[in-house]
């Protein structure tokens, strides 16, 4: 799997190994934008030793998933429940999905979103734009933890077609 965005790159390996490189979200712990023209390899113990299966990148911070169904976040803003910035993986913890397995994640620019084996939408970060589909619009931090999209506007056939497939857990 390859993920890209403005700032950075990931790789993640049959193996499960994740290498990063460009800058920002990379998670190699600089707390500074840093730029790696060559990919990194982020040693499976930042992530309890559990493969990864998906990673994304946004402009200013990362997101991984493990089968372990963990979800890792690094960069900027990016982590749940605090602004730090110093570019590691942090997990976020399962209560804030009410204990729900994660079987996707991705990244936008300055939010990120998951689904979860129920096939309900997570999502957090930015909201400037609306990006996060519930609240208000907001000018300040967004949402530093995971909030429950309703589920009443995606009931088209494409989102009732994911739905179908996370049901039968065919990933």
């Known amino acids: 799997m390859i993920a890209s965005s403005s700032f950075s790159n990931a790789v993640v390996t049959k193996q499960g190994s994740l290498f990063t490189w460009g800058s920002w979200g990379l998670g190699l712990g600089h707390g500074r934008r840093v730029k790696n023209s060559a990919p990194v390899y ?17 402009f200013s911070g990362s997101i991984a998933q493990t089968k372990t169904r963990g979800v890792w976040t690094c960069g ?3 982590h749940v429940g605090t602004h730090a910035d110093d570019d590691l993986y942090h997990c976020i913890p399962a209560q804030y999905f009410h204990d729900k397995k994660v079987v996707m994640v991705t990244s936008g620019d300055n939010h990120m979103l998951s689904i979860d084996t129920e096939g309900m939408l997570w999502a957090w970060g930015d909201n400037r734009y609306g990006q996060l589909c519930c609240g208000a619009l907001d000018e300040g931090e967004g949402e530093t933890q995971p909030v429950l999209v309703p589920p009443e506007p995606l009931t088209g056939p494409k989102w009732r077609m994911w739905r179908q497939v996370v049901n039968r857990q065919w990933w």
């Open 42 to 58: 982020i040693d499976k113990a930042t992530f309890e030793a559990s493969p990864i299966i998906m990673a994304a990148c946004g």
């Open 76 to 78: 900027k803003k990016q």
